[in-house]
């Protein structure tokens, strides 16, 4: 059996190899898989209106993919309580979508950050295509230390991004510092669901983390307890992990329709080795899931007054 232990960096099988990333090379990365990766997640994910980097939300009337992926905002957006006139930080921003509808269709104003200066330059482009330039703004940061003051956002947002901290503490301690007193932190990401597996379990959740450059997962019990820890309360989860499936099939179905495609132009040396890791973990997430290794959530969490 595998132990996969809480609040380490299984990125590229570092700690089976004994070595050691510092925060700076983590943050290059992530940024190198989003950057290298960008065209695969534009022509197999997303398009110009849901600019969606994440998995999609299913429920009754719910009939394409792309209504999915605006959905999981709205349910997001809900859940948060966010309202007109709100300052949202997106922490882990991609390439805006989230950022660019809370503005458009709710009237927040957002502050996109990411460790991807590439991922601003799209941010900001599409803002300005969507006509929400003035309530929008992006720039480079880690979401785990920012340059905002304290005490400056009614919402911290993150969907699908607080797994790149390798402690989930770091993200919580700095969310909990720019978020004023009364304001939400809204999460919602893949959680562990038990910390043993097998060989063939292993390698899957292996793919997944370092196809993805995520370090580790934390299990539901860890977040809501390092959430705690960091001073939120009122700390409330909502299971989603069935409304997540047909998005992660669709991410397998595709992976398999295009196999040939993928192999061929990696023999021919024009696919870069992170886009070959991106391929395994559009197979392996669907068995993660699928197999009741990992878990969705979204998490909701308050600063008291």
């Known amino acids: 059996m595998y132990y996969l232990e809480p609040n380490k960096d299984y990125r590229n099988d570092s700690l089976r190899k004994g070595a050691e990333f510092s925060e700076a090379e983590i943050r290059i990365d992530t940024a190198r898989h989003y950057d290298d990766c960008y065209w695969d997640y534009r022509t197999a994910w997303f398009d110009n209106e849901n ?13 394409t993919h792309s209504q999915a992926l605006i959905n999981k ?7 948060a309580g966010i309202e007109a006139g709100d300052h949202v930080l997106d922490a882990g921003c991609g390439i ?25 330059e799209h941010a900001r482009r599409n803002a300005r295509r969507h006509g929400v330039a003035d309530k929008t703004e992006f720039q480079v940061a880690d979401f785990c230390q920012t340059p905002f003051p304290d005490a400056v956002f009614d919402v911290v947002w993150a969907v699908e991004s607080s797994c790149y901290a ?9 969310a909990y510092r720019v ?19 097998d060989e063939a379990e292993w390698r899957a959740v292996m793919d997944c983390l370092n196809g993805w450059a995520v370090p580790n997962l934390s299990t539901v019990e860890e977040f809501h307890a390092g959430m705690e820890e960091c001073g939120f309360r009122e700390i409330h989860v909502t299971e989603a992990t069935r ?35 991106n391929y395994k973990v559009a197979l392996a997430q669907w068995k993660v899931f699928s197999e009741g290794m990992v878990r ?6 308050e600063k008291p007054v």
Not at 106 to 114: F, H, M, S
Not at 166 to 174: A, G, I, L, S, V
Not at 179 to 197: H, M, N, Q, S, V
Request: charged letters at 25%.
């Open 51 to 63: 600019l969606a980097l994440h998995y999609g939300y299913w429920e009754e009337g719910i009939k």
């Open 73 to 79: 905002n709205r349910i997001m957006a809900a859940i």
């Open 96 to 120: 805006g979508g989230s950022s660019i509808w809370l503005a458009k269709h709710v009237g927040a104003r957002a502050t996109g950050i990411t460790v991807s200066e590439q991922q601003v």
């Open 166 to 174: 390798t402690d989930k503490r770091d993200f919580f301690r700095e």
């Open 179 to 197: 978020l004023k007193p009364g304001g939400t932190l809204i999460a919602c990401d893949g959680y562990a669901a038990r910390r043993e597996f």
């Open 243 to 277: 409304e997540t499936l047909p998005s992660s099939r669709r991410m397998y179905l595709t992976a398999r329709w295009t196999a040939p495609m993928q192999w061929i132009m990696h023999w021919l040396g024009l696919r870069k080795k992170a886009q070959t890791a």
């Open 296 to 301: 969705y959530c979204i998490f909701r969490a």
